[in-house]
Protein backbone atom coordinates (compact mmCIF):
# COMPACT_ATOMS: atom_id res chain seq x y z
CA UNK A 1 0.00 0.00 0.00
CA UNK A 2 1.06 3.59 -0.55
CA UNK A 3 2.46 5.08 2.33
CA UNK A 4 -0.16 6.93 4.30
CA UNK A 5 -1.31 8.61 7.97
CA UNK A 6 -5.14 9.13 8.87
CA UNK A 7 -5.06 12.87 10.62
CA UNK A 8 -6.88 14.63 12.46
CA UNK A 9 -5.35 17.71 13.46
CA UNK A 10 -2.56 20.26 12.86
CA UNK A 11 0.01 18.16 14.94
CA UNK A 12 -0.72 15.04 13.05
CA UNK A 13 -0.79 16.58 9.81
CA UNK A 14 3.09 18.16 10.71
CA UNK A 15 4.28 14.64 11.86
CA UNK A 16 2.68 13.06 8.31
CA UNK A 17 4.36 15.41 6.32
CA UNK A 18 7.83 15.02 7.97
CA UNK A 19 7.47 11.18 7.56
CA UNK A 20 6.23 11.31 4.12
CA UNK A 21 7.24 14.53 2.35
CA UNK A 22 6.20 16.48 -0.97
CA UNK A 23 4.53 16.34 -3.24
CA UNK A 24 1.77 14.76 -1.04
CA UNK A 25 -2.68 13.57 -1.49
CA UNK A 26 -4.93 14.93 0.92
CA UNK A 27 -8.05 12.41 1.14
CA UNK A 28 -11.29 13.35 3.56
CA UNK A 29 -12.50 10.32 4.99
CA UNK A 30 -16.11 9.56 3.76
CA UNK A 31 -16.61 11.96 1.26
CA UNK A 32 -17.73 11.29 -2.47
CA UNK A 33 -16.41 12.08 -5.95
CA UNK A 34 -12.71 13.30 -4.32
CA UNK A 35 -14.98 15.96 -2.44
CA UNK A 36 -12.40 18.02 -0.38
CA UNK A 37 -9.09 16.34 -1.77
CA UNK A 38 -6.39 17.44 -3.66
CA UNK A 39 -2.38 17.88 -4.09
CA UNK A 40 0.16 19.72 -2.23
CA UNK A 41 3.22 20.82 -3.45
CA UNK A 42 4.07 23.36 -0.79
CA UNK A 43 3.71 23.31 2.98
CA UNK A 44 1.37 26.34 2.60
CA UNK A 45 -0.71 24.94 -0.01
CA UNK A 46 -0.80 21.24 2.25
CA UNK A 47 -1.96 22.92 5.55
CA UNK A 48 -4.73 24.43 3.95
CA UNK A 49 -5.80 21.54 1.88
CA UNK A 50 -5.85 19.41 5.46
CA UNK A 51 -7.58 22.30 7.10
CA UNK A 52 -10.40 22.12 4.21
CA UNK A 53 -10.24 18.35 3.90
CA UNK A 54 -11.14 17.73 7.41
CA UNK A 55 -14.39 20.57 7.37
CA UNK A 56 -15.56 18.34 4.37
CA UNK A 57 -15.06 14.82 5.88
CA UNK A 58 -17.92 14.11 8.39
CA UNK A 59 -15.70 12.70 10.77
CA UNK A 60 -13.21 15.34 10.46
CA UNK A 61 -10.56 12.78 9.53
CA UNK A 62 -8.51 13.17 6.21
CA UNK A 63 -5.88 10.44 4.61
CA UNK A 64 -2.64 12.33 3.59
CA UNK A 65 -0.27 9.51 1.37
CA UNK A 66 2.74 9.58 -0.85
CA UNK A 67 2.04 11.39 -4.38
CA UNK A 68 1.40 8.43 -7.24
CA UNK A 69 0.89 10.99 -9.94
CA UNK A 70 2.29 9.68 -13.50
CA UNK A 71 1.69 5.78 -12.17
CA UNK A 72 -0.79 3.50 -14.38
CA UNK A 73 -3.94 2.75 -12.79
CA UNK A 74 -6.25 -0.12 -13.06
CA UNK A 75 -9.30 -1.39 -11.93
CA UNK A 76 -10.83 -4.67 -11.25
CA UNK A 77 -14.11 -6.42 -10.00
CA UNK A 78 -14.42 -8.69 -8.52
CA UNK A 79 -17.02 -11.59 -7.01
CA UNK A 80 -17.60 -13.54 -3.90
CA UNK A 81 -19.91 -16.34 -2.49
CA UNK A 82 -20.27 -17.92 0.42
CA UNK A 83 -18.86 -21.32 -0.91
CA UNK A 84 -15.55 -18.94 -0.83
CA UNK A 85 -15.92 -18.64 -4.85
CA UNK A 86 -14.24 -15.67 -6.21
CA UNK A 87 -14.20 -14.50 -9.81
CA UNK A 88 -12.54 -11.41 -12.01
CA UNK A 89 -15.65 -10.18 -13.96
CA UNK A 90 -13.47 -7.52 -15.81
CA UNK A 91 -10.01 -5.41 -15.86
CA UNK A 92 -10.18 -1.69 -16.32
CA UNK A 93 -7.31 0.48 -17.24
CA UNK A 94 -6.84 4.62 -17.18
CA UNK A 95 -5.80 6.09 -20.30
CA UNK A 96 -5.22 8.88 -17.93
CA UNK A 97 -2.65 8.71 -15.40
CA UNK A 98 -2.89 8.58 -11.71
CA UNK A 99 -3.17 12.17 -10.63
CA UNK A 100 -7.01 12.28 -12.43
CA UNK A 101 -10.15 11.14 -10.52
CA UNK A 102 -11.65 7.61 -11.83
CA UNK A 103 -14.50 9.71 -12.98
CA UNK A 104 -12.91 11.78 -14.88
CA UNK A 105 -10.49 9.85 -16.46
CA UNK A 106 -10.76 7.76 -20.13
CA UNK A 107 -11.04 3.74 -19.28
CA UNK A 108 -10.80 1.03 -21.24
CA UNK A 109 -11.80 -2.82 -20.82
CA UNK A 110 -10.15 -5.00 -20.92
CA UNK A 111 -7.06 -3.62 -19.63
CA UNK A 112 -4.46 -3.44 -22.67
CA UNK A 113 -1.32 -2.72 -21.27
CA UNK A 114 -0.84 -5.10 -18.33
CA UNK A 115 1.82 -7.76 -19.02
CA UNK A 116 0.14 -11.61 -17.80
CA UNK A 117 2.33 -11.56 -14.83
CA UNK A 118 1.25 -8.15 -13.83
CA UNK A 119 -2.52 -9.03 -14.42
CA UNK A 120 -2.28 -12.38 -12.58
CA UNK A 121 -0.56 -10.55 -9.45
CA UNK A 122 -3.06 -8.27 -9.30
CA UNK A 123 -5.85 -11.06 -9.55
CA UNK A 124 -4.31 -13.04 -6.98
CA UNK A 125 -4.34 -9.29 -4.66
CA UNK A 126 -7.39 -8.87 -5.83
CA UNK A 127 -9.26 -12.20 -4.36
CA UNK A 128 -6.75 -11.97 -1.08
CA UNK A 129 -8.15 -8.44 -0.71
CA UNK A 130 -11.74 -9.43 -0.27
CA UNK A 131 -10.89 -12.01 1.83
CA UNK A 132 -9.19 -10.46 3.67
CA UNK A 133 -11.57 -7.46 4.12
CA UNK A 134 -14.48 -10.06 4.74
CA UNK A 135 -17.09 -9.46 1.89
CA UNK A 136 -18.82 -12.51 2.14
CA UNK A 137 -20.88 -11.79 -0.87
CA UNK A 138 -21.22 -9.76 -3.81
CA UNK A 139 -19.07 -7.77 -5.48
CA UNK A 140 -16.11 -5.02 -4.85
CA UNK A 141 -14.05 -2.72 -7.20
CA UNK A 142 -10.31 -2.93 -6.18
CA UNK A 143 -8.21 -0.17 -7.66
CA UNK A 144 -4.19 -0.71 -7.94
CA UNK A 145 -1.64 1.65 -9.34
CA UNK A 146 1.68 0.61 -11.19
CA UNK A 147 4.98 2.33 -11.08
CA UNK A 148 5.99 2.21 -14.73
CA UNK A 149 9.13 2.72 -14.10
CA UNK A 150 10.01 -0.15 -11.51
CA UNK A 151 7.09 -2.07 -11.41
CA UNK A 152 5.81 -1.34 -8.00
CA UNK A 153 2.31 -2.09 -7.45
CA UNK A 154 0.61 -0.04 -4.99
CA UNK A 155 -3.20 -0.74 -3.58
CA UNK A 156 -4.96 2.69 -4.10
CA UNK A 157 -8.81 1.93 -2.81
CA UNK A 158 -11.75 -0.98 -2.71
CA UNK A 159 -15.17 -0.11 -2.81
CA UNK A 160 -16.90 -3.34 -1.25
CA UNK A 161 -20.17 -2.46 -3.08
CA UNK A 162 -21.52 -1.93 -6.41
CA UNK A 163 -20.23 1.16 -7.92
CA UNK A 164 -19.34 3.44 -11.19
CA UNK A 165 -16.58 1.23 -12.33
CA UNK A 166 -19.57 -2.03 -11.80
CA UNK A 167 -21.73 -0.22 -14.21
CA UNK A 168 -19.31 -0.10 -16.46
CA UNK A 169 -17.72 -3.88 -15.75
CA UNK A 170 -21.77 -4.72 -16.54
CA UNK A 171 -22.17 -3.25 -19.41
CA UNK A 172 -18.76 -4.28 -21.17
CA UNK A 173 -19.23 -8.08 -20.45
CA UNK A 174 -22.72 -8.42 -20.36
CA UNK A 175 -22.59 -9.69 -16.66
CA UNK A 176 -25.29 -8.77 -14.21
CA UNK A 177 -23.08 -7.78 -11.11
CA UNK A 178 -26.36 -6.28 -9.08
CA UNK A 179 -28.53 -8.96 -10.02
CA UNK A 180 -25.47 -11.57 -9.54
CA UNK A 181 -24.96 -9.72 -6.23
CA UNK A 182 -28.43 -9.75 -4.83
CA UNK A 183 -28.97 -13.46 -5.56
CA UNK A 184 -25.67 -14.31 -3.76
CA UNK A 185 -26.86 -12.36 -0.78
CA UNK A 186 -30.14 -14.22 -0.48
CA UNK A 187 -27.51 -17.70 -0.28
CA UNK A 188 -27.07 -18.88 -3.92
CA UNK A 189 -23.50 -19.77 -4.88
CA UNK A 190 -21.82 -18.61 -8.64
CA UNK A 191 -22.32 -22.17 -9.56
CA UNK A 192 -25.83 -22.00 -9.28
CA UNK A 193 -26.24 -18.88 -11.44
CA UNK A 194 -27.23 -19.09 -15.27
CA UNK A 195 -24.95 -17.06 -17.15
CA UNK A 196 -27.59 -14.30 -18.81
CA UNK A 197 -25.51 -13.95 -22.21
CA UNK A 198 -24.47 -17.84 -22.54
CA UNK A 199 -28.03 -19.54 -20.88
CA UNK A 200 -25.89 -22.50 -20.63
CA UNK A 201 -22.69 -21.68 -18.55
CA UNK A 202 -22.61 -20.54 -14.75
CA UNK A 203 -21.76 -17.43 -13.29
CA UNK A 204 -18.65 -18.84 -11.82
CA UNK A 205 -17.12 -18.50 -15.16
CA UNK A 206 -14.94 -15.63 -15.64
CA UNK A 207 -15.81 -13.48 -18.99
CA UNK A 208 -13.85 -13.04 -21.71
CA UNK A 209 -14.08 -10.80 -24.19
CA UNK A 210 -12.70 -9.97 -27.71
CA UNK A 211 -13.55 -6.61 -28.30
CA UNK A 212 -12.64 -3.57 -26.30
CA UNK A 213 -15.09 -1.18 -24.68
CA UNK A 214 -13.82 3.03 -23.68
CA UNK A 215 -15.79 5.16 -21.65
CA UNK A 216 -15.04 9.14 -21.79
CA UNK A 217 -16.70 11.48 -19.17
CA UNK A 218 -18.78 14.30 -20.50
CA UNK A 219 -18.05 17.73 -18.57
CA UNK A 220 -20.13 21.01 -18.88
CA UNK A 221 -17.78 23.64 -17.82
CA UNK A 222 -19.60 26.20 -19.83
CA UNK A 223 -22.46 26.07 -17.75
CA UNK A 224 -20.27 26.66 -14.75
CA UNK A 225 -18.26 29.89 -15.50
CA UNK A 226 -15.96 30.07 -12.44
CA UNK A 227 -15.16 26.22 -12.03
CA UNK A 228 -11.24 25.26 -12.41
CA UNK A 229 -11.32 23.31 -15.59
CA UNK A 230 -8.35 21.36 -14.36
CA UNK A 231 -9.36 18.00 -13.48
CA UNK A 232 -7.72 16.10 -10.47
CA UNK A 233 -8.83 14.05 -7.71
CA UNK A 234 -12.08 15.62 -7.49
CA UNK A 235 -14.69 14.61 -9.67
CA UNK A 236 -15.87 17.30 -12.06
CA UNK A 237 -17.62 15.37 -14.73
CA UNK A 238 -21.98 15.50 -14.89
CA UNK A 239 -21.74 12.15 -17.18
CA UNK A 240 -20.25 9.32 -19.38
CA UNK A 241 -20.04 7.69 -23.06
CA UNK A 242 -19.46 3.90 -23.70
CA UNK A 243 -18.83 2.59 -26.90
CA UNK A 244 -17.70 -0.68 -28.22
CA UNK A 245 -15.25 -1.72 -30.68
CA UNK A 246 -13.60 -4.18 -32.38
CA UNK A 247 -10.04 -1.94 -31.08
CA UNK A 248 -9.28 0.22 -29.13
CA UNK A 249 -9.21 3.05 -31.94
CA UNK A 250 -12.97 2.13 -32.91
CA UNK A 251 -14.23 2.40 -29.23
CA UNK A 252 -12.31 5.98 -29.47
CA UNK A 253 -13.20 6.94 -32.33
CA UNK A 254 -16.92 5.91 -31.25
CA UNK A 255 -17.17 7.14 -27.74
CA UNK A 256 -15.82 10.62 -28.61
CA UNK A 257 -18.68 10.86 -31.13
CA UNK A 258 -21.16 9.83 -28.56
CA UNK A 259 -19.89 13.01 -25.92
CA UNK A 260 -23.05 14.82 -28.72
CA UNK A 261 -20.72 17.98 -28.01
CA UNK A 262 -20.73 18.28 -31.91
CA UNK A 263 -17.17 16.20 -32.53
CA UNK A 264 -17.39 13.64 -35.20
CA UNK A 265 -13.97 12.03 -33.51
CA UNK A 266 -10.76 13.29 -32.68
CA UNK A 267 -10.86 15.90 -35.49
CA UNK A 268 -11.31 16.10 -39.22
CA UNK A 269 -14.86 17.52 -38.49
CA UNK A 270 -14.29 21.41 -39.53
CA UNK A 271 -14.57 22.23 -35.44
CA UNK A 272 -10.62 22.48 -34.72
CA UNK A 273 -9.61 24.92 -32.12
CA UNK A 274 -6.41 24.63 -34.09
CA UNK A 275 -5.76 24.21 -37.97
CA UNK A 276 -2.23 22.30 -37.56
CA UNK A 277 -2.29 21.00 -41.07
CA UNK A 278 -1.76 24.37 -42.93
CA UNK A 279 0.60 25.43 -40.99
CA UNK A 280 4.58 25.65 -41.83
CA UNK A 281 6.89 23.92 -40.48
CA UNK A 282 8.69 26.46 -38.36
CA UNK A 283 5.12 27.52 -37.46
CA UNK A 284 4.70 23.44 -36.26
CA UNK A 285 7.82 23.91 -34.99
CA UNK A 286 6.64 26.55 -32.79
CA UNK A 287 3.19 25.10 -31.87
CA UNK A 288 4.55 21.66 -31.07
CA UNK A 289 6.09 23.38 -27.84
CA UNK A 290 2.98 25.02 -26.90
CA UNK A 291 1.16 21.77 -27.48
CA UNK A 292 3.56 20.04 -25.55
CA UNK A 293 3.18 22.51 -22.59
CA UNK A 294 -0.39 22.84 -23.07
CA UNK A 295 -1.05 19.02 -22.37
CA UNK A 296 1.22 18.27 -19.18
CA UNK A 297 -2.29 20.03 -17.47
CA UNK A 298 -5.02 17.25 -17.44
CA UNK A 299 -8.50 19.20 -19.13
CA UNK A 300 -11.55 18.04 -20.96
CA UNK A 301 -10.05 19.04 -24.08
CA UNK A 302 -6.36 17.14 -23.97
CA UNK A 303 -7.25 13.97 -26.03
CA UNK A 304 -7.83 16.78 -29.10
CA UNK A 305 -4.92 18.70 -28.47
CA UNK A 306 -2.88 15.16 -28.66
CA UNK A 307 -3.92 14.86 -31.92
CA UNK A 308 -2.85 18.38 -32.40
CA UNK A 309 1.19 17.48 -31.00
CA UNK A 310 1.03 14.33 -33.61
CA UNK A 311 0.04 16.75 -36.91
CA UNK A 312 2.67 19.02 -35.36
CA UNK A 313 5.63 16.49 -35.61
CA UNK A 314 5.59 15.50 -31.82
CA UNK A 315 6.86 11.87 -31.44
CA UNK A 316 4.57 9.48 -29.25
CA UNK A 317 8.09 9.90 -26.57
CA UNK A 318 7.85 13.58 -26.56
CA UNK A 319 3.57 13.21 -25.82
CA UNK A 320 4.77 10.39 -23.39
CA UNK A 321 6.86 12.76 -21.39
CA UNK A 322 4.25 15.72 -21.32
CA UNK A 323 0.89 13.53 -20.34
CA UNK A 324 2.58 10.59 -18.71
CA UNK A 325 0.09 8.00 -20.88
CA UNK A 326 1.22 4.98 -21.63
CA UNK A 327 2.64 4.93 -24.98
CA UNK A 328 0.94 1.83 -26.43
CA UNK A 329 -2.20 4.52 -26.26
CA UNK A 330 -0.66 7.04 -27.68
CA UNK A 331 0.70 5.20 -30.78
CA UNK A 332 -3.02 3.92 -30.97
CA UNK A 333 -4.04 7.68 -31.20
CA UNK A 334 -0.99 8.62 -33.92
CA UNK A 335 -2.36 6.01 -35.85
CA UNK A 336 -5.62 7.75 -36.31
CA UNK A 337 -3.57 10.82 -37.48
CA UNK A 338 -1.95 9.06 -39.73
CA UNK A 339 -4.67 7.62 -41.24
CA UNK A 340 -6.29 10.73 -41.62
CA UNK A 341 -3.51 11.87 -43.44
CA UNK A 342 -3.51 9.55 -46.18
CA UNK A 343 -7.26 10.02 -46.65
CA UNK A 344 -6.62 13.80 -46.96
CA UNK A 345 -3.78 13.44 -49.76
CA UNK A 346 -6.11 10.91 -51.21
CA UNK A 347 -9.31 13.16 -51.11
CA UNK A 348 -6.57 15.81 -52.88
CA UNK A 349 -5.63 13.56 -55.18
CA UNK A 350 -8.90 12.60 -56.65
CA UNK A 351 -10.08 16.68 -56.25
CA UNK A 352 -6.94 17.37 -58.53
CA UNK A 353 -7.98 14.49 -60.76
Not at 77 to 88: G, Q
Not at 93 to 114: C, F, K, R, W, Y
Not at 159 to 174: D, M, Q
Request: charged share 25%; net charge negative.
Amino acid sequence: MAKGFFVRNEKEAREALEEIGLPIVIRPSFTLGGTGGGFAETKSDYYEAVRRGLAESPISEVLVEECLVGWKEFELEVIRDLADNVIIVCSIENVDPMGVHTGDSITVAPAQTLTDRQYQVLRDASIRIIREIGVETGGSNIQFAINPDDGRIVVIEMNPRVSRSSALASKATGFPIAKVAAKLAVGYTLDEILNDITKSTPASFEPVIDYCVVKIPRWDFEKFKNVDARLGVQMKSVGEVMAFGRNFREALQKSLRGLEIGRAGLGADGKDIMNVVDMTQQQKMFAKEDILEKIKVPKADRMFYLRYAFQAGATVDEVHQSTKIDPWFLDNIRQIVEFEAELRELAAVETSV
